[in-house]
Structures are given as structure tokens and as C-alpha cells.
């Protein structure tokens, strides 16, 4: 019986005597004149006779924003003071960074060659074409337009005008695009040696040309249709590869385009007011379907950016890729499910081909990434061939190691495979480790120096060696890019001015770089390719056993001594050892088909 | 009648993080056709047993071993016995449900997995699911999943961390007939449940764990 049941008073109830302990009386539930009447509730206010105010959504901001300065527990000053270490960090690793973007600016800029000139005046084109592209896809990916879940639930429910409520995101959507246009046009400008006038031609030209894809892409968020954007997207995509493809041609010397600064700045000037107008006309169309967008598609960017801003607290860039790879997934939904082929690890191999071959998508950054030695050849960047290029592979490369993301980041996975995470890493990196060694051949010929001298390796064996260590390197990059496990909070932390910290926390930033720069360290020096051959072998060895654990690493010893003792025993005994790709039961042991394992003894 | 194989053997198992002591001198043999429900209120270390039975975690003392074999995450031959449904398991975003099953059929070196695969799938009531991607089913259709990936491989050894979590009634009514074919095959099961009916449709040898705190 419940406790709603027990009542002190009742029908039924006793009163208890004087020096006696009171006991509960149960009075049965079923008994209804046991219940007491209940009590009528009475509404004061009847919502709906109130008077109702027409809202001012400013206000309602307002407010909000003041409970939230209410509830903050340090000013600006405070944090900014808390973090002053990490804050010296940026500012030297900046001053590096513009260190060496002068440094290689300075070197593109010597270079006198046609082949110079000519991928000045279209590397440009290929970054402009690139952040069109990014901003046309995180637009559509996002929104542009977003509102919290919380906002979607408070605010998005209420009968005001949602226009007013957005219209701020609106105009943050795009001057984000704008900044972050802006931002990657100047890199490449100044990287490619460009003079002044050009540099703050293709600065303003991206910026706006992304500002004004981003408003347009709002525009069409209003409207619910995806169509306009999507081709644009692909046209975009194509005018990127041409652009690219023009930088080979020229590089190797294939054809002259003849194109000059001036000409460049005329064109950047035409892309850029051609980006301004779009801006002001379909963001002035985009905020008068302000209205019209549905709350499902507001919040479902939302929830997005918060939950890559968890990630992002942890500085954990691959679980921010696995949340936008597992967004993309749901929109897909669905597929055409084919069976696979093999069994063992080639059906984990053969499945990840079955993978690219349906996901094209990771093709093209690819196929791109062919380009960069042929543009870093045409700029006579020399040496730095290898990091840029191993850099830029890796990026590429990364969403071909989904199964080894999969089957790294948690072990459940893993554990229902009947293999080692030696053999389940070495399968999932057949893919990739073929397409590095194709993309290494590919761009041989720009190692080699095809159409001017070769910018790394003394001869042009050493040359193609470079070529393919720096697809080992990208691989290798991408590879532990993609296996690192995240920072591990259990552990004990260590602390900073910042407060606690994981140790694996800073290490998060140059997961994959680091491989990278190891890799490359005899290039810079001029040091034989064998060299970073070998440290690749090693690198390689140690990622695929997932990194040294002692106690695995005991354990696996005394099992293969097991294993090998046993393998000793069956061939005295007259039964083969097991070989590679065989089941991997030892040879002195047989079993029955109810499991039961039989020790075969020596001369039986 | 000749006495059943020990499938698993867990002697002395202890397991603690840091000062608190999670499970202390834990014992248990299961032999084949056995079904082994581990019961107790939350935080008594149930799937704490359980992870350190497939080698997810390892015992603070104490050992684990399956077919004789000592445990560990990095035993090929443990996860060729063992299948696990705890609750670490993950899916590949861009691999249908039909996908996940074959290709770990295929792994486990069923060659002809077809038919097995689609028997599974109608079992588990996700045919019409069959092309989606786990990210667009419901945790209840993920669960039966998880469950099925247990059912297209080879076994001997059966560790479940509360299956019957996020089914529905008749889920749990399939779950519990399922388990007890298995078991009647020969399969030994270890599993941890809250669910009454579950544990008495497999009619299960109940470990009730108590939960020694530190």
C-alpha cells in the first residue's frame, strides 16, 4: 500500500491513547469514504481577460541580455587576466606565423619566373572559388540564419515577430562570412607574393563575395528551397578546379595565360562589387522572410553550433568533424544497402572501397590537393614543398579514415571484430595508404621539377622519393589525426593559471601537424629521403598498435609465448602451424563441435 | 551425461577507481547452457562486471577467463567467443543497419551471410530499417541493433549490460524467447538486468551483487 493511502483520521481510524505511541492506521484505498473531498481549485486570474500588450522584441532582448550580465561571475578584465598565459601563447605562435607568411611572402615575391606570375594571378582565383564554396556549405549546413534550442523553445513559441528576434543573426551571418572571406583572401594573396593593390583587391573581393553567397544562401532559407544554392555550390566547385588545374598547366609550363597584377586587380574589383550588391540585395530580401523560416530549421543549427562548441572547449577537432559527419548522415537518412565482398579483414577493406565509391564528396579536396606542390613549384617556395603539401594531403585524406575513426574512438565497436587493433588499423589504412601512394605519383612530375628546376632532392630519383614520402607523411598525419584519443578528463590534471587541465589537451592542437613535421624535418635540412622513410616506418608501427600500453604489451607477449609453445607441441604432434590469415587458434589445440577445446598431447 | 565446459571462470575479481571499491572477491564459473543473471540496486557494479568480463576494463585484482583463456581486450580468440551488447557500442554514420550486419558476418568469416543477415533483421523487426543510417533510427531500433550484431557471429559466450534498456513489451518478450534458444543451443550467457521477466523467461542462476563500498 502506498503512502497516499495512510491517513491519521477516518472512518475507521482510532485515536491513540495517552502514553501510547502512535501508529499509523492503513486505511485501505478502495475504501472511497475513506478519501477526504478534494479540494476545489479555484483560478484568480484568467489569462486571457489580462490585457495584452503589444511586445517589443527589442526589449525582450534586453532584458534577457540583462539577466545574463546579472548572473556573471567575472568581467572581461577578470578572464582575460585568469588567461594571460594562454594569451601570450597566441600572441608568439602569431608572431611566428606572420614571421613565416613574410618570410615565404617575401621568397614568392623574388620569383621573377612566368611560371611566378602566372599562379599569382590564379591561386587567388582557386582561394576565392574555395571560401565561396565553405561559405555557401557551412551556410547550408547551418542555416545561416540559427536560434538555440532554448531560443527555439522561449522565444520562437511566443507570438512575436520572429524577424525582429533574427535579424541580428542575419547580419552576424554575414559579416562573419565577410571577416572569415576576408581573412583567407589576404593569406593567399600575401602567400602567392602579390603586390599591395592585389592583396587588398582579393581581400575585399573574397570578403565580399562570401558575405554576399552567405545572404543570398539566408534568402533561400526563407524561401525552404535548397536548389539555387546547391548549384551554385557545384559551379563554384568547378570554377576551383579549373582555377587549379590552369596553376598545373602553367606551372609545367603547358601554357601561358599571360596574366598580369593589374589584370588581377581589375577582375578582384569586379568580383567584389559584384559580392556587395548580392550582399545588400538578398540580405534586404533575406530579412523579409525573416518570418517565414521554420522553427525546426532555426534550432537544428543551433543545437549544431553547440554541440561543435563542446567539442571545441575540449579542443577536440576530430569529435567536431564526427558531430558534422554524423549531422550529414541524418540528412542523408537513408541509402541503397549493398552487400559486401570477402570475408575477414579484406571485408573491412573492400567495405571502405564500397565507402568512397558512394561518398564522392572527399574526391574532390583530393583531387585538389594534387595541385598544391605544382603551385608551391610554381611560387619557388622550394623546400617547404614537403610540409605544405604533406599538410594539405592530410586535410584531404581525414574523411577517408572514417572506419578507423569509428573503430578507435570508442572500443565496443572493435571488440565485436575478431581481430587485434594492429590488424583493424593496418585494414582500415589500405584505402588511404593506396590513394597516398597514387596521389605520390601524381605529383611526381612537381617534385621532379617539370617545366623548371626540381625543389627537392639532389637528383631526380631523390626528387620522386620526396614525392611519395610526403603522401606517406600526409597519410600518416591523417592517420593519427583521426586515431588520437581525446584528452582523458579521469586522469589527474595539470594545473595552470587557467585552472585544471587534462594533459592531452594542449596536445589536441598538433595531432597530425606533428607527424607531419617530423616527416619533414630532412627535407628542410636537405637530408636524404631514407631518412624520413625511416622515421615513417616507425611512426606508422607505433599508430597502428594504437601507442604502448605495458600491460597490453605483456599481456600479448605471454599470449604469443602461449601460442608459440603450443604451435611447438602440435607440430611434434604432427599437425601444421596455423599460417597468416588462418584462424588463429594455436595448432596444439583442436575443438569439438561443442566448443570443448582438446590439449593434444606430444606424440599422440 | 558428460559434465558441460567451464566458459568462463572469474576468480577473485576485484575492481576499484581510486579509493572507492566498486566490486571486492568476486567469484562465478558459467558453464555452457548456462544463463547467469547478475541483479542489484545501481552503482552494486554489475557493469562493472561485465566490462571487465570482455576486457573493457581490467580487474584491480583477480582474474578472467574465458575457455580458458585469460581475458583481455587484446585476446583475438576472446573476441571471436565473446558478444558483447554494452553499452560502448558505436555505429559507422555512413553504413545502413543491413551493412553493419554483413560486414560483421563477413568479418567473423561468413562467407554466404545473406541469409543469416536477413533472418536477424526480420527477428529484430528492422527490415523496413534496413537501408537507413543509425543516426536516423530510434533508441529503442538502435538497441535491437546492437542486439542483432550479437546474433550474426559466431559465439559461445553471451555478456549483455541490461538488453531488455529502451525495448518495448514485446521487445522484451522476444528478447527473453531469443535468450532462451541461445541457451538451450549451449550458449552461456552472463547478463545484468533490472527486468524480472527477462531473468525468469531465461531462467537464470541469480548473482545478487551487493556493492562493496570503500
Redesign the interface.
Given at each position: 500500500m502506498s503512502r497516499l493511502s495512510r491517513k491519521k483520521s477516518g472512518p475507521k481510524a482510532t485515536a491513540p491513547k495517552a502514553g501510547q505511541a502512535s501508529e499509523p492506521v492503513v486505511v485501505l484505498a478502495e475504501q472511497p469514504e475513506a478519501l477526504p473531498e478534494p479540494a476545489r481549485l479555484v483560478v484568480q486570474q484568467d489569462v486571457n481577460s489580462l490585457h495584452q500588450h503589444q511586445v517589443d522584441e527589442r526589449q525582450l532582448q534586453l532584458l534577457i541580455k540583462d539577466w545574463r550580465r546579472g548572473r556573471a561571475t567575472r568581467s572581461v578584465g577578470q578572464m582575460l587576466s585568469d588567461a594571460y598565459v594562454a594569451l601570450f601563447s597566441v600572441a608568439v605562435i602569431a608572431a611566428m606565423m606572420i614571421s613565416s607568411l613574410i618570410r615565404a611572402q617575401s621568397l614568392a615575391a623574388d620569383c621573377s619566373a612566368d611560371s611566378c606570375g602566372a599562379a599569382r594571378g590564379l591561386l587567388p582565383w582557386a582561394a576565392l572559388a574555395g571560401v565561396l564554396g565553405l561559405a555557401l556549405g557551412a551556410a547550408r549546413m547551418f542555416g545561416p540564419v540559427l536560434a538555440s534550442a532554448a531560443e527555439g523553445f522561449w522565444l520562437m513559441e511566443a507570438p512575436l515577430r520572429r524577424s525582429k528576434l533574427l535579424a541580428a543573426r542575419l547580419l552576424a551571418a554575414i559579416l562573419l562570412a565577410l571577416v572569415g572571406g576576408a581573412a583567407v583572401g589576404a593569406l593567399t594573396s600575401t602567400l602567392t607574393g602579390s603586390s599591395g593593390d592585389a592583396v587588398i583587391a582579393w581581400t575585399v573581393a573574397t570578403g565580399l563575395g562570401a558575405a554576399g553567397l552567405t545572404a543570398m544562401a539566408a534568402a533561400e532559407q526563407g524561401a525552404e528551397r535548397t536548389w539555387i544554392v546547391k548549384t551554385i555550390q557545384a559551379i563554384v566547385s568547378l570554377v576551383g578546379l579549373t582555377a587549379l588545374l590552369l596553376v598545373v598547366a602553367t606551372a609545367s609550363g603547358w601554357i601561358d595565360l599571360g596574366l598580369t597584377d593589374n589584370l588581377a586587380v581589375e577582375l578582384a574589383a569586379i568580383v567584389a562589387a559584384a559580392g556587395l550588391l548580392l550582399a545588400v540585395g538578398a540580405g534586404i530580401i533575406a530579412r523579409t522572410r525573416l518570418d517565414r523560416i521554420r522553427r525546426s530549421r532555426l534550432t537544428s543549427g543551433g543545437s549544431l553550433i553547440s554541440g561543435m562548441q563542446g567539442a571545441m572547449f575540449a579542443m577536440d577537432f576530430g569529435l567536431m568533424r564526427d558531430i558534422l559527419v554524423e549531422r550529414e548522415a541524418v540528412d542523408r537518412g537513408h541509402v541503397r544497402p549493398t552487400r559486401g565482398r570477402g570475408t575477414g579483414l579484406t571485408a573491412l577493406v573492400l567495405r571502405d572501397v564500397q565507402r568512397i565509391i558512394r561518398f564522392p564528396k572527399p574526391w574532390v579536396l583530393l583531387a585538389a590537393s594534387v595541385v598544391v606542390p605544382y603551385s608551391v613549384q610554381a611560387l619557388g617556395l622550394g623546400r617547404l614543398v614537403v610540409p605544405i603539401a604533406a599538410i594539405v594531403l592530410m586535410a584531404a585524406l581525414i574523411p577517408f579514415f572514417t572506419s578507423l575513426r569509428i573503430l578507435s574512438r570508442t572500443k565496443g565497436l572493435a571488440r565485436a571484430f575478431p581481430f587485434t587493433t594492429a590488424q583493424i588499423r593496418t585494414a582500415t589504412c589500405v584505402v588511404p595508404g593506396v590513394l597516398a601512394l597514387v596521389w605520390g605519383i601524381a605529383v611526381t612530375p612537381a617534385f621532379v621539377g617539370v617545366g623548371g628546376t626540381s625543389m627537392v632532392g639532389k637528383t631526380p630519383v631523390d626528387a620522386a622519393m620526396w614525392a611519395l614520402v610526403t603522401g606517406f607523411a600526409g597519410m600518416l598525419a591523417a592517420m593519427r589525426w583521426q586515431s588520437a584519443k581525446s584528452a582523458n578528463y579521469q586522469a589527474p590534471m595539470v594545473a595552470t593559471s587557467m585552472g585544471a587541465m587534462p594533459p592531452g589537451l594542449m596536445f589536441n592542437l598538433v595531432r597530425g601537424f606533428d607527424m607531419v613535421a617530423l616527416m619533414s624535418v630532412p627535407a628542410v635540412f636537405g637530408w636524404t629521403p631514407w631518412i624520413s622513410v625511416v622515421l615513417g616506418i616507425i611512426i606508422f608501427s607505433f599508430l597502428r598498435v594504437g601507442g604502448i600500453d605495458p600491460e597490453e604489451m605483456r599481456e600479448l607477449q605471454e599470449q604469443q609465448k602461449k601460442q608459440l609453445n603450443e604451435s611447438r607441441l602440435g607440430q611434434a604432434a604432427g599437425n601444421p602451424a596455423p599460417g597468416k590469415g588462418a584462424s588463429s587458434k594455436p595448432a596444439g589445440k583442436a575443438t569439438t563441435p561443442a566448443g570443448q577445446k582438446i590439449r593434444i598431447k606430444r606424440g599422440e | 551425461m558428460a559434465a558441460r565446459?567451464v566458459?568462463l571462470k572469474v576468480t577473485n575479481l576485484s575492481k576499484s577507481y581510486g579509493p572507492s571499491v566498486i566490486v571486492e572477491n568476486f567469484s562465478l564459473e558459467v558453464r555452457?547452457g548456462e544463463a547467469v543473471a547478475l541483479t542489484g540496486r545501481n552503482g552494486a557494479g554489475k557493469s562493472t562486471v561485465l566490462r571487465c568480463l570482455?576486457?573493457?576494463d581490467?580487474p584491480t585484482e583477480g582474474t578472467v577467463e574465458v575457455?580458458?583463456e585469460?581475458v583481455?581486450?587484446?585476446?583475438?580468440?576472446i573476441?571471436?567467443?565473446v558478444?558483447?551488447v554494452?553499452?560502448?557500442?558505436?555505429?559507422?554514420?555512413?553504413?545502413?543497419?543491413?551493412?553493419h550486419l554483413?560486414?560483421?558476418a563477413?568479418?567473423?568469416?561468413?562467407?554466404d551471410a545473406?541469409a543469416l543477415v536477413d533472418e536477424v533483421l526480420e527477428e529484430v523487426q528492422l527490415v523496413p530499417q534496413?537501408?537507413?543510417?543509425?543516426?536516423?533510427l530510434s533508441s529503442g531500433q538502435r538497441r535491437r541493433l546492437a542486439l542483432a550484431?550479437?546474433m550474426v557471429?559466431p559465439r559461445?559466450l553471451l555478456v549483455l549490460d541490461e538488453p531488455e534498456q529502451r525495448l518495448d513489451v514485446e521487445g522484451i518478450r522476444w528478447l527473453g524467447e531469443r535468450l532462451r534458444a541461445e541457451k538451450e543451443r549451449?550458449l552461456a550467457i552472463v547478463l545484468a538486468s533490472h527486468e524480472p521477466s527477462l531473468v525468469e523467461a531465461l531462467g537464470c542462476r541469480i548473482v545478487q551483487l551487493g556493492g562493496a563500498r570503500g
Open positions: - | 565446459t566458459v555452457e570482455v576486457g573493457a581490467r575457455l580458458g585469460k583481455s581486450e587484446s585476446n583475438v580468440d573476441r571471436r567467443n558478444a558483447t554494452i553499452d560502448d557500442l558505436d555505429f559507422f554514420p555512413d553504413l545502413s543497419v543491413v551493412e554483413d560486414l560483421l563477413r568479418a567473423h568469416g561468413l562467407d545473406d534496413s537501408g537507413q543510417l543509425p543516426g536516423t550484431t550479437a557471429r559461445k549451449g
